[in-house]
């Protein structure tokens, strides 16, 4: 198992990833174009944590795929979870969950689901959530396998939802409802996510401050297509905007986040071309 050391090493690199639409193809969820990059992080031993909305069952399925034993980011910051014995010195605040040491931010999904649709009622404005979606209609609507869908299900902090047939203005009148309830609304690929009072950057802030504690010195790289992805791109150091075919989609991160950088192509062929230039760029 990949172990953070207690010798530290000054201007470590560590990067986090989106998934969706970034380092995964958003149609074929394939990640096939970044291999040569992919590669690259394992011989530098750079820690490569994926940090997105998909679910803990999710992320293992890929951190197995891709022979990844590092810390990862569920549920748009819902929890951190990392293998057990990963830091020198076992994080204050932890749960053990099923051989992780675990950080939870977010508000448990039974909570999110009853308060989404209390007020989705009181409003009579319809939404439609993962919660409410057989397996074989998310399969259907997210281009999944049977078990990739039920694996998309099993949500813990985060519930991945649309609102129907509605108009701008009844769009901003749930989300504002969900707000003053003390939730957070995000946009995603394709779906608005209702989580607690957390998001990516904080688990990433979280993060990176175990690894500083471990290695002294570290610079994060983080990269993103997409709203949900604004406050992991504010939380590091080298933020990236990969380039998403949706319409204005690059540009509204951009005005969001002006340093960022931004690739020349879409999804894992843009991931991998950034991340083969930041990790060339970085001198140890």
């Known amino acids: 198992m990949t172990r953070v050391s207690k010798v530290k090493a000054k201007g470590r690199l560590v990067v986090f990833t989106d998934l969706d639409g970034t380092l995964l193809d958003h149609e074929t969820y394939s990640y096939t174009p970044a291999t040569e990059a992919l590669d690259l ?13 998909k679910t803990r069952a999710e992320i293992e399925l890929l951190q197995v795929d891709l022979r990844l034993r590092h810390p990862f ?13 990963y830091f020198p010195v076992t994080p204050e605040g932890t749960r053990n969950i099923e051989g992780y040491e675990a950080i ?8 999110l689901v009853e308060i989404l649709h209390r007020i ?6 319809r939404v ?3 919660s409410d979606m057989s397996v074989e209609k998310v399969a259907q609507d997210c281009k999944l396998s049977a078990m990739e869908a039920r694996l998309a299900k099993l949500r813990e902090y985060d519930e991945p939802f649309r609102i129907l047939g509605s108009s701008p203005a009844v769009r ?4 504002d409802a969900l707000h003053e309830a003390g939730l957070r609304c995000t946009r995603g690929g ?3 996510h ?12 979280k993060l990176m401050s175990l690894y500083a504690q471990a290695w002294g010195k570290v610079m994060a790289a983080g990269l993103g297509d997409s709203l949900n992805d604004v406050p992991l791109l504010r939380e590091v150091d080298i933020p990236i905007v990969v380039r998403n075919p949706a319409g204005g989609a690059a540009t509204r991160l951009l005005r969001k986040v002006p340093t960022a950088r931004l690739s020349s192509a879409p999804g894992p062929r843009g991931w991998n071309e950034m991340m083969l230039e930041v990790v060339g760029q970085h001198v140890m």
Request: glycine share 12%; aromatic share 12%; with cysteine.
């Open 41 to 53: 992080l394992k011989r530098r031993e750079i820690p490569l944590i994926l940090c997105s909305s």
């Open 73 to 85: 980011i569920s549920e748009n910051g819902g929890a951190v979870f990392m293998p057990r014995g």
């Open 104 to 111: 939870e931010f977010g508000a448990p999904y039974w909570q």
């Open 120 to 125: 989705s009622a009181e409003l009579g404005i």
């Open 128 to 130: 439609v959530g993962f």
């Open 172 to 175: 901003s009148r749930l989300l």
């Open 190 to 192: 394709r779906y608005y």
């Open 194 to 205: 209702v989580t607690g009072v957390t998001d990516k950057g904080l688990a990433i802030r």
